[in-house]
């Protein structure tokens, strides 16, 4: 199956900084999505983002399908923006199954 | 906005006890999926149900799980004898249709195996 790879796993963010977090990705995908989970532990849907660029905000999202990766953009960061990140993507040839990759951890400091 | 609701949201249980988690889609959905989540750990697909039937399960789904949807609203999941290893939250999510449409998750149940 599809694998999904993201990186950095943690990362440690003075408030006000700028990150970029990257989803690879092994195949040819119908759709990917960003999610955040928060302390909670609730997935907030960031991004649906097959492919080309959206803007949310301080927030905003590239893929880039025929590299098979995808940026997500985190401007002006917030101590509300700490938790993890997800990339989630659904293999072309397998679309009724949506892989999550592992997660990138984000703690922004005051 | 429409949403996917879940209960409960924490549910405890004895080990080889059943449990039923419940799920609300979003009426117009016809996918439907569950997810398990190990605390600190990915989240990992289980099933997914469209047209009255699994269409895709993973290793993890096995003979312990179920799933159903009695009534045309409600999509549940079974777990015929739990495992302390069954602790997780899980979570529901439906979709309109197979391409083009994203995920939508509900808040999930915790779910702990004592």
């Known amino acids: 199956g599809i694998q999904v790879e993201q990186s950095p796993p943690d990362l440690i963010l003075q408030e006000g900084a700028n990150s970029t977090l990257r989803c690879n990705f092994s195949?040819?995908?119908?759709?990917l999505q960003w999610f955040h989970q928060n302390p909670w532990g609730q997935l907030i849907n960031l991004f649906y983002?097959?492919?080309g660029t959206k803007q949310n905000g301080r927030l905003s999202a590239t893929t880039v399908a025929t590299e098979r990766y995808s940026l997500l953009y985190i401007s002006s960061s917030q101590t509300t923006d700490s938790g993890v990140y997800f990339c989630?993507?659904?293999?072309?040839?397998?679309?009724?199954?949506?892989?999550f990759g592992p997660g990138t951890s984000l703690s922004v400091i005051p | 906005e429409p949403e996917v609701t879940q209960t409960p949201s924490h549910q405890v249980t004895q080990m080889g006890q059943e449990v039923i988690l419940r799920c609300v889609p979003i009426?117009?959905?016809?996918?439907f999926y569950w997810y398990r989540q190990i605390l600190g750990q990915k989240v990992e697909f289980l099933v997914s149900?469209?047209?009255?039937?699994?269409?895709?399960k993973s290793e993890i789904f096995d003979d312990q799980f179920s799933v159903e949807r009695p009534d045309g609203s409600n999509f549940t999941l079974k777990i015929r004898s739990t495992k302390l290893e069954d602790s997780a939250m899980y979570f529901c999510?439906?979709?309109?249709?197979?391409?083009?449409?994203?995920?939508?998750f509900g808040n999930g149940t915790r779910l702990t195996v004592t």
């Open positions: 989630a993507v659904e293999q072309e040839t397998s679309y009724d199954k949506v892989i």
């Open positions: 195949d040819s995908v119908n759709n």
């Open positions: 983002i097959p492919s």
């Open positions: 009426s117009n959905h016809l996918y």
């Open positions: 149900f469209y047209n009255n039937e699994i269409s895709e």
């Open positions: 999510a439906s979709l309109i249709r197979a391409y083009n449409s994203p995920l939508h």
